[in-house]
């Protein structure tokens, strides 16, 4: 949910299990949040006996932030039971891959399973899998959700297959301490006059470095590759690697050179401090205040506070990011084929994503909600990060994601993500010479799609 090295989340190892009882009765018990009517009605025809449904997810730390939304259920409805299992840290190496296996086996995977993000596209091109969500009624959900997130649930039938846990906004995190130290506006709002652009973003950089020669501005190449890269992609019709046919584009497509070029730009003016995102190198990084700025959409903002300890409380906060909206990850929840009890499994689903659902895992994760209703409760529209100098961050993250175009995501988009990223990293690192660097980013992205 939150998202982890899919670009997104960096996850614990550790799996998370915990069996629970809840209920067929109607989603969201008190009658509140979005989506009861159509729980309701799904209600009506649940079975009488229980049954056991699971819902298999990723992440680390809180994960989807579910515990606390089960309880509540639990507490009301005793005739459907949830077995919540958190089944790995990396939704990229370790979940999609073992998700997929029982997917095609037929076998194995969960009444519904978490997807990250990075992995839609690739869900959304195989209908077979899933279960259409509108035989339940949830097709009533669609002015719930911002438009592209909704839409990202749409299978390439244009059918309903997943509906939206979080959203990822996106802001920048920045060491106040350190821009003070550079004689630079620490206050969020005078920090955001300063980068109103990304062109603006490395003339700040430029300044901070000239006055601190030893930090580095930004951590590595990665995080502003991929948050430039989905900002520009609204600009290019909506595709980052793949168009909608499934072909690659990823030469050709200007959103995606823009990234790499600007990328390319901040490392060759000296500004990155070459780290490679998820290593223990770039936590340390976050620790020491090895660099001043880091594009985070609202799950990294755990990364940071747990890498950085609870010593530099206070001294990170949070801006607007350059360029204004933007969002990196965030998940969905899908009921699988396999299901034998797929109504009470939309039931389960439809709770859980429920504004009543996402306010719990919003208090115990962190996860912006992506129902509007649910951006705009003051659980979330006044909520402030303590660690991040008391930031408003759900203001923050919710404004972020409002104009947002629904992204598409082809169904080897992590693939090829992870192919040209070892490619940037390289590049910034001094292993592949930037003058080289785009021809074997392209080459490496068109052998990672097959």
Not at 302 to 320: M, Q, R, T, Y
Request: one cysteine or more.
């Amino acid at each position: 949910m939150l998202n982890s090295k899919n670009g997104g989340r960096p996850l614990a190892a550790a799996a998370v299990a915990s069996v629970l009882t809840v209920t067929a009765a109607a989603c969201g018990s008190g009658g509140t949040g979005d989506g009861t009517a159509a729980t309701a009605s799904a209600s009506a025809s649940a079975a009488a006996e229980k049954v056991t449904i699971t819902v298999q997810t990723f992440g680390s730390g809180e994960n989807f932030g579910y515990d606390s939304a089960v309880e509540a259920w639990n507490k009301s409805h005793p005739n459907i039971q949830i077995k919540y299992d958190n089944l790995a840290g990396n939704f990229e190496s370790e979940y999609l891959p073992q998700v997929n296996q029982w997917l095609e086996a037929g076998s194995g995977a969960g009444d519904i399973i978490g997807i990250d993000e990075s992995g839609m596209g690739q869900m959304a091109a195989r209908p077979q899998h899933f279960v259409d969500l509108a035989q339940y009624g949830l097709d009533s959900r669609k002015a719930d959700f911002p438009e592209w997130k909704w839409n990202t649930g749409l299978n390439k039938d244009g059918k309903l297959f997943a509906l939206g846990t979080d959203v990822g906004g996106m802001a920048m995190c920045y060491r106040s301490d350190l821009f003070k130290k550079a004689g630079l506006p620490t206050d969020r709002e005078e920090v955001a006059k300063l980068w109103p652009d990304w062109d603006s973003y490395l003339k700040v950089g430029q300044q901070l470095k000239s006055k601190l020669p030893k930090t580095s501005f930004v951590d590595g190449p990665v995080t502003i590759f991929n948050t430039l890269m989905v900002q520009e992609a609204g600009k290019a019709g909506n595709l980052t690697f793949f168009d909608k046919e499934q072909n690659l584009v990823i030469e050709s497509n200007p959103a995606v050179k823009t990234a790499f070029d600007f990328t390319k730009k901040l490392s060759e003016a000296g500004l990155s401090a070459k780290l490679a995102a998820w290593t223990d190198e770039w936590a340390a990084g976050q620790k020491n205040g090895a660099f001043a700025t880091m594009a985070c959409p609202s799950w990294m903002l755990g990364v940071i506070s747990g890498n950085a300890g609870e010593e530099n409380a206070g001294k990170w906060d949070v801006a607007a990011v350059p360029g204004g909206a933007g969002n990196w990850g965030g998940s969905w929840l899908a009921v699988t084929s396999q299901s034998k009890h797929p109504k009470e499994a939309a039931e389960v689903l439809n709770y859980l994503t429920s504004k009543e659902g996402q306010l719990h895992a919003f208090k115990e994760a962190g996860g912006v909600p992506s129902t509007l209703t649910g951006q705009q409760d003051p659980v979330v529209a006044d909520a402030v990060n303590e660690y991040f100098s008391k930031a408003p961050s759900g203001k923050i993250f919710a404004e972020s994601t409002q104009s947002v175009s629904p992204i598409f995501f082809g169904e080897k988009h992590t693939q090829v993500r992870a192919a040209v990223e070892q490619v940037l990293l390289g590049a910034d690192q001094g292993s592949v010479k930037w003058g080289e660097a785009w021809a074997k980013f392209v080459a490496e992205g068109q052998m990672a799609a097959g």
